[in-house]
């Protein structure tokens, strides 16, 4: 499989890099230096003195700046002695994404926002139908398109793109069209009939289904399978895509794409080779597309009892996958499927930098309460090997705002980056107020907060 993702097609007659097309994550350049591989080859961002720590390499400051002098420099969007913590800026509450749909609020968890038509930017988000929260995530998820006026928002709702159960959008943009990567196929899990949280007594099932969107499937609770996708339905991870041009007009439709991933049936993980099993989906995919349209997949897996976990928090891992077209089919870097790093994350987001490195921010286990809950920081020169920050999470549950007040979230998870020429620029997290219930057990207030990071070079 190794070499799958080193395909290279050279245009021309040199190896020069200006004739090089990039598939994968592999460059001609590094590769004759037998140096780590990025995925392009770019201008880096400018680093000034900030950090201080003392290193050797630039992977001593966690590759978010340059070992310079033995000591680390971080770039703009980076902060503390290694550049370990992404430097966020206090901004208003009001910033991010609280859905209302006809006159009525309801909850959020996650989104992702892009630029689109008229200077706008449009944001897709987990939006939970009959103001219900997180906590009936399964059961009541749909994914919505909202739009304002600047990256932060506030946003507001436009239009439901996609019925229940559908969860975790991710939005990827090539070529002037925007991608949008989810879990589920916007049809009701025959498990989980929807609830009705405006009556907490009740939570009887809405016989309305006002979100719910039709969706061609081969069967009602699993996706159409995408040509050339060798696996099990499993996992229930698609695309839909949109001219990106077309975003503002709410009667443009959608197309559908299918399934873009599945698990292998030869895998350990998946020893029957059906979708018996809970155990084995893959969820939270989120994907880099490179200028030739090659994308690399980011995700989380679970396989209870594999790679010595107990099965306590459901052996969620982070595996990654390659397609030579973003639209799929993906296949895993190598089966059987192993885990970038060996300890449990989950909600990852992939980017690569200016200098061709590659970056995830994940949800960092356990799932809830003050640090080391938040957001934990991975990175690798050449996506094959990685490591994660020993630091602490580069983003924790505490959020500073312009006004000089501050708040300590129950849990902030599914982090998401508007990245502008490899460089992060604003951060969307899924958000559970603390003050709602001091024990974390549940979450009757859930959204998505938008944070801004700074662009400005360290002084």
């Known amino acids: 499989m190794r070499e799958l993702w080193g395909v290279l097609t050279m245009v021309g007659c040199s ?47 966690e590759l978010n700046g340059v070992c310079q002098d033995d000591k680390c420099q971080c770039d703009a969007a980076w902060k503390g002695e ?53 906590d009936q995530w399964y059961t009541n998820s749909f994914v919505s398109q909202a739009v304002a006026d600047t990256p932060l928002g506030p946003f507001q709702y436009q239009r439901t793109v996609r019925g229940i159960f559908s969860h975790g959008p991710v939005v990827a943009q090539h070529n002037g069209t925007t991608a949008v990567y989810h879990v589920g196929c916007g049809k009701p899990e025959i498990d989980a009939p929807e609830q009705d949280c405006h009556n907490t007594d009740t939570r009887q ?35 839909f895509t949109i001219p990106t041009e077309h975003l503002l007009n709410s009667h443009d439709q959608f197309k559908d794409h299918g399934q873009t991933i599945a698990w292998p049936q030869t895998d350990p993980c998946n020893p029957v080779g059906n ?9 939270n995919n989120a994907v880099h597309i490179f200028p030739n349209g090659s994308a690399l ?34 296949r895993m870097r190598e089966t059987p499927v192993r885990p970038i790093i060996p300890d449990e994350n989950e909600d990852p987001f992939l980017w ?3 200098r061709g490195r590659f970056h995830a921010l994940v949800h960092c286990l356990p799932y809830r309460g003050p640090p080391p809950a938040g957001h934990c920081h991975l990175f690798s020169t050449d996506s094959y090997h990685w490591e994660k920050s020993t630091r602490g999470p580069a ?11 501050n708040e300590t979230f ?25 003050t709602d219930d001091p024990t974390c057990g549940s979450s009757t207030i859930s959204y998505t907060a938008a944070v801004a990071i700074n662009t400005n070079p360290h002084t």
């Open 15 to 61: 190896f020069s890099s200006a004739q090089l097309v990039y598939e994968g994550v592999r460059g001609i350049e590094n590769l004759k230096k037998g140096g780590p591989v990025g995925a392009h080859i770019a201008t880096a961002p400018r680093s000034a003195v900030s950090g201080g720590g003392s290193c050797v390499t630039d992977m001593d400051c």
């Open 82 to 134: 290694f550049c370990q913590i992404l430097a966020t800026i206090p901004g208003r509450r009001e910033h991010g994404y609280r859905p209302v749909i006809n006159g009525s609020m309801t909850g959020s968890w996650g989104g992702h926002a892009v630029p689109g038509p008229n200077r706008q930017y449009f944001m897709f988000a987990a939006t939970f139908s009959h103001g219900c929260t997180v």
């Open 205 to 239: 099932r809405n016989p309305l289904q006002s979100h719910q969107t039709a969706v061609p499937t081969t069967d009602p609770y699993v996706c159409t399978r995408t040509s050339g996708v060798n696996y099990t339905l499993d996992g229930y991870d698609t695309l």
């Open 275 to 283: 979708n018996s099993s809970p155990t084995n989906r893959i969820t």
């Open 297 to 330: 997949m980011i995700f989380r897996y679970q396989c209870i009892g594999k790679d010595g976990d107990d099965g306590k928090n459901g052996g969620r891992r982070i595996g990654l996958a390659f397609a030579p077209d973003y639209r799929g089919p993906f």
């Open 352 to 354: 690569v930098d200016a």
């Open 395 to 405: 983003v924790t549950t505490f959020i500073e705002y312009s006004d000089g007040s």
């Open 410 to 434: 129950c849990r902030r998870e599914r982090p998401q980056l508007l990245v502008v020429d490899g460089a992060p620029t604003v951060l969307y997290s899924a958000v559970a107020p603390l």
